[in-house]
């Protein structure tokens, strides 16, 4: 369990926290001469030999496995992907390298349970779900709501730059913390709050598309954020 979390982790560092949009942007355009495709691979790599803590000579299967695939997977998402199958192939390609990480876990490990390095293990689990809440969220939910673009009166947007993403982070932030310490009753609070704040202008008819827009990724925002902490609870059982 404790080597999957660590594969897990540097898949994560490396697929989402550390990955500009930019270099997303350059793959897609360039595909296999994009050189932020080998970047990417390199910083995979890299996290990857940091959780192992270098022990290339125990991992070195592991390690060439998952960073080969990893590139041969990456490809054939921007090979194969189109406009209307993005979101599509963006959960194919983390599906395929799930599998991928717990196959080279089980060169190692049978994955039966046990109590050694509980301590570990729990921390690893909490900052791999607080990744999950932060980052990976906000892109399942821009790519889910992409589909969708209202149009906002720009001479009247006087919001702070990235505001929204920042409030969407908090609020999954808080949702998963409620969730996890049994606080059910604050999230009700806290899309009652975010309701008086963020619905309160836009009651006229024309703004109906921008309102059901904000909806449904606030929706999205809470009920994965839910979900998570409720998979959290689910999974500390078993470390």
């Given at each position: 369990?404790?080597?999957?979390?660590?594969?897990?982790?540097?898949?994560?560092?490396?697929?989402?926290?550390?990955?500009?949009?930019?270099?997303?942007?350059?793959?897609?355009?360039?595909?296999?001469?994009?050189?932020?495709?080998?970047?990417?691979?390199?910083?995979?790599?890299?996290?990857?030999?940091?959780?192992?803590?270098?022990?290339?000579?125990?991992?070195?299967?592991?390690?060439?496995?998952?960073?080969?695939?990893?590139?041969?997977?990456?490809?054939?998402?921007l090979?194969?992907?189109?406009?209307?199958?993005k979101?599509?192939?963006?959960?194919?390609?983390?599906?395929?390298?799930?599998?991928?990480?717990?196959?080279?876990?089980?060169?190692?490990?049978?994955?039966?349970l046990?109590?050694?390095?509980?301590?570990?293990?729990?921390?690893?689990?909490?900052?791999?779900?607080?990744?999950?809440?932060?980052?990976?969220?906000a892109?399942?939910?821009?790519?889910?709501?992409?589909?969708?673009?209202?149009?906002?009166?720009?001479?009247?947007?006087?919001?702070?730059?990235?505001?929204?993403?920042?409030?969407?982070?908090?609020?999954?932030?808080?949702?998963?913390?409620?969730?996890?310490?049994?606080?059910?009753?604050?999230?009700?609070?806290?899309?009652?709050?975010?309701?008086?704040f963020?619905?309160?202008?836009?009651?006229?008819?024309?703004?109906?598309?921008?309102?059901?827009?904000?909806?449904i990724?606030?929706?999205?925002?809470?009920?994965?954020?839910?979900?998570?902490?409720?998979?959290?609870?689910?999974?500390?059982?078993?470390?």
């Open positions: 369990m404790l080597l999957l979390l660590k594969f897990l982790l540097a898949h994560i560092l490396g697929d989402f926290v550390f990955q500009p949009e930019k270099w997303v942007e350059n793959k897609e355009k360039k595909k296999v001469k994009s050189v932020n495709l080998y970047y990417h691979i390199a910083l995979h790599a890299l996290f990857l030999a940091l959780v192992i803590q270098f022990n290339l000579k125990e991992y070195w299967l592991a390690f060439l496995l998952i960073i080969a695939s990893h590139y041969g997977i990456d490809l054939l998402k090979y194969l992907q189109k406009k209307k199958t979101r599509i192939w963006f959960f194919i390609d983390q599906v395929l390298h799930l599998i991928v990480l717990a196959f080279a876990t089980s060169f190692y490990v049978n994955f039966s046990s109590t050694e390095n509980l301590i570990t293990d729990q921390l690893l689990l909490l900052i791999i779900f607080l990744l999950l809440v932060i980052f990976v969220s892109i399942i939910i821009k790519i889910i709501i992409t589909q969708w673009n209202p149009e906002s009166k720009k001479e009247n947007d006087d919001s702070l730059a990235k505001a929204g993403r920042y409030i969407g982070i908090l609020e999954r932030l808080f949702v998963f913390t409620f969730v996890i310490t049994n606080h059910w009753e604050a999230i009700g609070f806290l899309l009652a709050a975010k309701s008086v963020r619905f309160g202008d836009l009651r006229s008819s024309k703004d109906r598309k921008l309102t059901e827009y904000i909806l990724g606030t929706l999205l925002s809470f009920g994965i954020a839910i979900f998570l902490g409720v998979l959290y609870l689910y999974t500390l059982k078993f470390i």
